[in-house]
């Protein structure tokens, strides 16, 4: 797994005029999960469901753990 490429996650938001406006642009590098068999990326969370998308909380900076069910 070596050879997998970093994950681009590409943000948009609004300005205070309610413009589109570029957030980030960032690459994520993919992580092993313990064991090796398996890589993933967090991209983003959300703290409730349905997510509220009307904070400017960049989603990848809070907490969150992998869960792995055998």
Known sequence: MADLQPVRRV??????????????????????????????????????VPAGNNDETDGSLRDAELTLDR
């Open 11 to 48: 943000m948009t938001g609004h300005d205070r005029d309610g413009r589109a406006v570029l957030r980030s642009d960032d690459r994520f590098g993919t992580r092993l999960i313990p064991g090796g068999d398996a890589a993933f990326d967090l991209l983003w969370t959300t703290e409730t």
